[in-house]
């Protein structure tokens, strides 16, 4: 198994780009989540999936769409870029609800100039 | 909604010295606490976790305790060694929302010879 995979590594973007960062899974988990990562402050949830077709909004989702048609990818969509959404961005996924490990992927770090 | 927060933000300790971080959560509805470890670079990883059932528990050098009357849990880690220098991050979350875990900001800890 791959596990938790993300792409890109690393994005520098323009003030006002858009762009996707991708996330999959290969473990069949239900639960995927985003997660973004600054100094100081831990990470924050975005956005998160309790399965295909479902999904919700964490602490921190303005600024960020997300869908999940399939079990194994959850995308995460910046409509358009700010310098605030300069982070690392870590995606997640978990068996089920319960207090199940989540899994977390290598993560993107994103610098928007 | 949940805050989870953690201290200190930086320990230094010698190494085969114990190592203890604390981490205070608001929500008494709350019966997940993991915690994650972070070298520099990478993922976080789950090191060990404890559900609201249990008072502590245990994995060779490293424990967990949970008092939920006082809504803290801490996580103590004995026998330090220069390659548990890492940022360490408590959780909480609900059963039923695994995905919706919230973070404290992280204790660094760094092992000296």
């Known amino acids: 198994n791959a596990g938790v995979t993300q792409t890109p590594k690393f994005q520098v973007l323009k003030t006002g780009q858009s762009m996707t960062l991708q996330c999959a899974q290969d473990?069949?988990?239900?639960?995927m989540s985003w997660y973004r990562q600054d100094p100081g402050m831990g990470l924050r949830l975005i956005h998160y999936?309790?399965?295909?077709?479902?999904?919700d909004q964490g602490e921190v989702p303005n600024g960020y769409n997300v869908s999940r048609s399939t079990t194994e990818d959850f995308p995460l969509r910046l409509l358009s870029a700010a310098p605030s959404q300069t982070s690392v961005y870590f995606c997640?996924?978990?068996?089920?609800?319960?207090?199940?490990?989540?899994?977390f992927g290598p993560g993107t770090r994103l610098t928007v100039t | 909604g949940e805050n989870v927060e953690q201290h200190p933000s930086t320990l230094s300790v010698q190494e085969g010295d114990s190592a203890v971080i604390k981490c205070t959560y608001s929500?008494?509805?709350?019966?997940?606490f993991p915690w994650y470890k972070q070298e520099l670079g990478k993922r976080p990883q789950l090191i060990i976790d404890?559900?609201?059932?249990?008072g502590e528990k245990k994995d060779q050098r490293i424990a967990v305790t949970l008092n939920k009357t006082a809504k803290h849990f801490s996580l103590h880690i004995t026998e330090t060694q220069p390659e548990d220098s890492a940022v360490y991050f408590c959780?909480?979350?609900?059963?039923?929302?695994?995905?919706?875990?919230?973070f404290g900001t992280g204790t660094r800890l760094q092992v000296t010879l």
């Open positions: 997640a996924s978990s068996f089920s609800s319960g207090g199940y490990e989540q899994y």
């Open positions: 473990m069949n988990h239900e639960y």
């Open positions: 999936s309790v399965g295909a077709g479902i999904t």
């Open positions: 929500d008494s509805a709350s019966n997940y």
């Open positions: 404890i559900r609201s059932n249990v």
């Open positions: 959780a909480a979350s609900k059963a039923g929302t695994a995905s919706k875990l919230t």
